[in-house]
């Protein structure tokens, strides 16, 4: 008999959605994300919360030991225990919590984990927290940047687990062995040769990172520069503007600034921005520098740009289309020009004018050997060959791309170093062989780090005054001021930091003091995988339909990869680019534009790729696999970005008939959907957004091969007497409503999945798509009926809400509402609901409501007041959880009422293109945990349950 796992039952969802938000955030200290960027990263949290409850069994699998639903509830707590634990910061330093969970799992099968494999590891998160918990983990992906980024987690640096360094400064130092604990000897080594690499470079180019002197013409009318006069301070970054010519012919051709911003650092107390000088009669324009509050904050925040429609010329206020902009940039007419230098006072950031001497030594560099590979002309995401750029090495400029090549060359000759150095500390021809290349592959993933910051697309953010990367989101767009870091210096994302990122994560990918399985990493199809496997245990966060073109995309990385480190992976890096063909992308451009072609090639990989899965799977473990909305572009940063989208949108509905289509015609059935919010800071930013889940993992299992059939009526039957309750346990474990119905489709595509068929009154088989409108349609009456449960005062309420929200009504059919629900206007009026004055009667605004009222004094009582009380403290005024919390506690038993009538209201307005509504009724929700906590007076305890 198969037994139910917890993650097909019960999640503790608010912990896992909270810890998954953090991982995703950037500046939190040393993570394995920090040895290479990946699109659409799954958050570690997250992996191994659904591999371990995959593993465990829900306590509704062995009545034999818990009888009872309260025996069962405790027992999941206890296990909900170990996943929180499982949360915390920095796990990779608790290697207790990994052993208390691998023991744990130890108890559900038969004292052997089960091998687990992703065959689109993408990133890693999957296979790296398997390895970390014990698991033998198997990662497989198609593309070869996936590859060498599982194989860096998964083989090369656990092979070298407490390892001492050997280079000659860290190889003496006191402490001995003992101090090189897990991959901290690999780190150092990367870090020392880092350097040497750095002191390299600075000898062969350093004549083209000049520091910058502050001069007094400089420093006039600048307090700031003062101090600084006569100096030489080391340069941060130069700032470029593209320009194109003139549309306007008086202006005699001359180029002019395409700029988004004129701002150079926003932060409050700290303005520091560019101020335009022109010459119409020269057509001459410059840049000063000026510090303060400027007086018109709206012309120095947009610069040049005109909303969405292109550029106004500095010289004579023309509109500069992007038509116009496309055109010149086609013919060669498109230049740069600096505009400003940040410069490093040795106390903060110091703001420079254009320095003519620091634009002609950029203009000395000569670069040479570069990647020259033609990138595509249509992709997703892709924006700037609209823009002229035809080859990979044109996203960066002369003096970048000398930069690049010339620590290429040096990551590869110091090889030589490492293995000298390797041998003089004792390891074997061999082993020191194999020990050079692993220290080369992570300085290789460092120079892609600065590939990503220092190229001619990375924007200057005024905010944090700080350089952005090109890949905030999964495209390539134009940008057109840029800000370009000094390599070899030691500030912004430079080589030096760039290696020390790195180097601290390579320190966080084992755990120390926990025995390590053996990780493999394979190139191969998802349809083929080892043919040697079987009882696996399959976990997989595959490519979401046209969302993001991960080998297009990985190009960038692959020509510097492939020159830098080429020879030690030659079948990897075999091809001149990345593979694009078997790809599991509905990519319309790679079939001649034919969408419908790019959808039955994604729908029949998947089919492949699922149907040998399920050959190969373990019976006792569901597959799960996560399915992505919509990710990070909350992280896409400020709008320096052109407008295009090239075709980028995503098409949900599409994409999730296809991954269902798969998953069900391959012969699964699914047995759990749950919404992850992994967004950064998810509960405040659902304050102004209704963005849906990051991700929806679904939980399948192979539907037996004597699976009945089932008509059209049996099945709305079925889900009309199973949804109701899967529901309800959805409401109770806070998934947040504007995710509500992606969590019903799991419960819903379960009964319609684990029949073989189910066959429309005219015989054919009901397609996913219009089971998926059934269930969304039976959610709705659910909500509907829930609606009995409150009192009549609020179920006029609702009915008047969805007629006319808290717009005026006539007061003959308020009257008429009222009989039929059994109220009166008069108690409506009394409750504190509605107002009534001249024949219109409207519902009372939340902002309207009574500041002083206390529930426990409210003479008529109503869900609809409860309701909108909570919304008017937490939403329209703001005063935050700990107030909003106040009035939970004095609700008393009203309070998880309310939380329904904030489900049915959410549902209601969304349905109505009420926005702002929706948007209010979804943060309350969302916030409700933490006001319970808050209103206990100890820590919440959060249960989901299916």
């Not at 500046?27 to 699109?39: T, V």
């Not at 744990?104 to 687990?116: A, F, I, Q, R, S």
């Not at 018109?296 to 500069?320: E, H, N, W, Y």
């Not at 755990?511 to 190139?523: D, F």
Request: charge should be neutral; aromatic fraction near 10%; proline fraction near 7%.
């Amino acid at each position: 008999m198969t037994r139910k796992k917890l993650i097909e039952v019960a999640l503790p969802l608010t912990e896992i959605n909270d810890a998954s938000a953090y991982d995703k955030m950037p500046g939190i200290g040393p993570h394995p994300k920090g040895i290479h960027h990946w699109w659409a990263r799954l958050p570690l949290p997250v992996a191994r919360a659904v591999l371990f409850a995959s593993v465990v069994d829900d306590p509704s699998s062995h009545p034999d030991r818990f009888p009872t639903e309260e025996e069962q509830a405790r027992e999941r707590e206890r296990l909900f225990g170990i996943i929180r634990k499982m949360m915390q910061k920095q796990l990779h330093k608790h290697p207790e919590v990994y052993a208390e969970a691998r023991a744990e799992m130890l108890k559900h099968c038969d004292g052997k984990l089960p091998p687990v494999l992703d065959p689109f590891a993408g990133g890693g998160s999957i296979p790296l927290e398997a390895a970390r918990l014990g698991f033998e983990a198997y990662a497989g992906d198609i593309n070869p940047v996936a590859v060498l980024l599982n194989k860096c987690n998964l083989e090369i640096a656990p092979r070298w687990t407490d390892h001492p360094p050997v280079n000659p400064e860290d190889r003496g130092k006191v402490g001995g062995n003992a101090r090189w604990r897990g991959t901290a000897g690999l780190a150092a080594d990367v870090r020392y040769y880092g350097r040497v690499i750095l002191e390299r470079a600075r000898e062969k180019i350093g004549h083209l990172y000049p520091p910058v002197k502050v001069t007094p013409e400089m420093a006039e009318g600048r307090p700031d520069l003062q101090p600084y006069v006569g100096k030489e301070l080391p340069v941060i970054a130069w700032i470029w503007a593209r320009t194109v010519p003139s549309p306007n012919p008086a202006a005699r051709g001359a180029q002019v600034p395409l700029m988004s911003t004129f701002w150079l650092s926003s932060t409050k107390g700290k303005e520091v921005y560019l101020e335009p000088v022109i010459d119409r009669a020269t057509c001459t324009w410059y840049f000063v520098v000026q510090t303060g509050r400027p007086k018109d904050r709206v012309a120095i925040t947009t610069g040049t740009k005109m909303a969405t429609s292109g550029f106004r010329c500095i010289l004579t206020g023309d509109p500069i289309s992007f038509v116009y902009i496309r055109k010149q940039a086609q013919s060669g007419m498109m230049a740069t020009r600096l505009i400003a230098i940040v410069a490093d006072s040795g106390r903060g950031r110091l703001y420079l004018p254009a320095y003519a001497h620091h634009e002609h030594v950029a203009s000395m560099a000569n670069p040479d050997d570069y990647p020259v590979q033609e990138m595509p002309s249509k992709a997703l995401g892709f924006v700037v060959p609209n823009y002229g750029f035809r080859y990979w090495y044109e996203l960066f400029t002369p003096r970048q791309l000398t930069a690049m090549v010339t620590l290429s060359d040096l990551v590869r000759e110091v090889r030589a170093d490492v293995r000298r150095d390797a041998a003089a500390a004792g390891l074997s021809h061999d082993e020191a062989d194999a020990y050079a290349a692993s220290v080369v592959v992570f300085l290789a993933l460092a120079l892609d780090r600065c590939a990503d910051f220092n190229n001619a697309l990375s924007t200057w953010k005024p905010s944090g005054q700080q350089q952005m990367h090109l890949f905030g989101r999964q495209a390539i767009p134009m940008v057109w001021d840029f800000a370009e870091a000094n390599l070899l210096g030691e500030k912004a994302i430079c080589w030096y930091n760039a290696v020390n990122i790195c180097a601290d994560a390579i320190e966080t990918i084992p755990v120390v003091g926990v025995p390590k399985s053996p990780g493999h990493v394979r190139s191969l199809d998802a349809a083929r995988p080892w043919d040697h496997l079987k009882n696996l245990l399959v976990s997989t966060d595959p490519p979401y339909y046209d969302n993001i073109g991960y080998a297009a995309l990985s190009d960038f990385f692959y020509v510097w990869l492939r020159r830098t480190i080429g020879d030690l992976y030659p079948a990897l890096f075999a091809t001149i680019l990345v593979p694009k063909e078997p790809e599991l992308v509905a990519a319309p451009e790679r079939f001649g534009g034919d969408r419908h072609e790019a959808k039955e090639h994604f729908e029949e990989g998947f089919r492949r790729a699922f149907g040998q899965l399920r050959e190969k799977m373990d019976p006792r473990f569901p597959l799960t696999v996560y399915y992505a909305f919509k990710q990070d572009d909350e992280e896409s940063g400020a709008g320096n970005k052109d407008e295009e989208t090239n075709g980028n949108r995503v098409d949900r509905t599409t994409g999730w008939e296809t991954m269902l289509e798969a998953l069900i015609g391959t012969g699964f059935q699914i047995t759990a959907t749950w919404p992850v919010r992994a967004s950064q800071k998810w509960r405040m930013r659902a304050m102004g957004s209704n963005a849906l889940a990051s991700y929806i993992v679904l939980a399948c299992r192979p539907r037996p091969e004597d699976a009945p059939q089932i008509d059209r009526r049996g099945f709305m039957a079925e889900l009309k007497r199973e949804l109701p309750d899967a529901i309800k346990r959805l409401k109770q474990g806070n998934v947040a409503p504007v995710d509500l119905a992606q969590a019903a489709i799991g419960p819903g595509m379960a009964i319609y999945s684990r029949c073989s068929r189910v066959l429309e009154p005219d015989g054919r088989k009901m397609t996913v798509r219009t089971a998926l409108a059934l269930i969304n349609q039976v959610l709705t009456e659910v909500l509907a009926e829930q609606e009995d449960d409150f009192d009549n005062e609020t179920r006029w309420a609702i009915a008047w809400y969805e007629q006319h929200g808290f717009d005026e009504g006539e007061f003959g059919e308020a009257e008429l509402l009222s009989k039929a629900k059994v109220t009166t206007l008069s108690g409506l009026e009394q409750a504190g609901i509605v107002r009534a004055q001249r024949g219109r009667v409207r519902l009372l605004r939340p902002e309207e409501l009574d500041p002083n009222w206390d529930p426990e004094r409210d003479k008529a009582p109503t869900v609809w007041s409860a309701t909108h009380q909570l919304l008017r403290v937490y939403y329209h005024e703001g005063a935050g959880e700990a107030a909003t919390a106040w009035l939970v506690a004095r609700l008393g038993g009203r309070a998880e009422m309310a939380r329904d009538l904030a489900y049915r209201l959410f549902r209601i307005s969304e349905r109505k293109g009420r926005t702002q509504e929706s948007l209010a009724y979804n943060a309350l929700v969302l916030a409700w945990p933490e006001l319970v906590r808050l209103a206990q007076g100890r820590q919440g305890e959060q249960m989901t349950v299916l």
